[in-house]
């Protein structure tokens, strides 16, 4: 039986399906009192149709694909556009386990979010037909994909796409990925928000997130010295998340896959830091764009 296995495309992959676009949550601008922000924001929301494929035989397969496309045609919505039909490539499922190297390429419009997210959404489909074909014999119950690529957060500045994706192709349990980015809306490029360079100066605040997850996870104290043995980190430091953290209301916020920096059971390990105590590590754009 053929594993599920997400973290051999980390970096690489995510770079290249990030190149297309970036962005941030954050909070709104100060000046001016909070109705005439909303009116801001009203006035420039950045406009997406639901898109929607979904496929389900009985209890035995079900393929879903929910995709916030941009609606209209201006250079961010079709900035947007390649950026979420560069996460239907990654999210492909046999690419997903390097089987079968590259995704097929979809050639219509991209102005027709319907027929690319119906494209990818039965590729997928196929592709769990002829798994559960496979292993049925093994008295599988069932296989699933849930992918979902959805707008999350808007200023008037910033808008966040998250993509979160959920796979059930047998064995003990499914694997789950959640990806936030930040796209601004002034460039349509990615916001590099931490200094990479600052992983050393970052260690205090990365143990006290992850402790703090822990210890919520677990409802009990976790202390420092426990992490060495419940995390898969070398010589005690705590790498930067392959996930770039993103802005949002209240801090940056990190995310790190399963099996990122420890077991199954400890799940995507998640927290987000007060601005006032990564400001010296952001980067002097995230910088400028968070604290305003």
Not at 203 to 228: C, F, N, T
């Amino acid at each position: 039986m053929k594993r599920f296995r997400y973290l051999r495309f980390t970096l690489a992959a995510a770079g290249m399906a990030l190149m297309a676009l970036g962005g941030c949550t954050s909070r709104a601008a100060k000046s001016g009192s909070a109705a005439e922000q909303d009116s801001v924001l009203q006035q420039t929301a950045f406009a997406t149709d639901s898109i929607a494929f979904c496929e389900q035989t009985d209890s035995t397969l079900k393929c879903s694909v929910v995709v916030d496309y941009p609606s209209g045609d201006d250079s961010l919505s079709v900035g947007v556009r390649r950026y979420v039909a560069g996460e239907l490539v990654r999210m492909y499922l046999p690419a997903m386990q390097e089987e079968n190297g590259e995704a097929p390429v979809y050639k219509g419009s991209m102005a027709d979010g319907k027929a690319l997210v119906d494209f990818y959404g039965n590729m997928n489909n196929v592709y769990l037909k002829a798994q559960y074909a496979e292993l049925k014999v093994l008295g599988i119950a069932g296989l699933s994909y849930d992918l979902s690529i959805r707008k999350t957060y808007e200023t008037d500045r910033y808008l966040t796409y998250e993509t979160s994706c959920y796979v059930f192709l047998g064995g003990a349990h499914g694997s789950a990925v959640c990806y936030p980015v930040n796209i601004v809306k002034a460039t349509g490029k990615v916001l590099a928000t931490i200094d990479t360079l600052k992983q050393k100066a970052l260690q205090p605040i990365l143990r006290r997130g992850v402790k703090e997850y822990i210890s919520k996870a677990e409802k009990r104290k976790i202390k420092d010295s426990d992490l060495q043995n419940m995390l898969f980190v070398e010589h005690g430091i705590i790498p930067l998340p392959a996930t770039v953290p993103v802005l949002t209301p209240e801090g940056l916020r990190f995310v790190y896959q399963q099996y990122e920096i420890g077991p199954y059971a400890l799940g995507m390990v998640e927290f987000t830091v007060p601005y006032a105590d990564v400001k010296s590590c952001l980067t002097q754009e995230a910088a400028e764009l968070a604290l305003e």
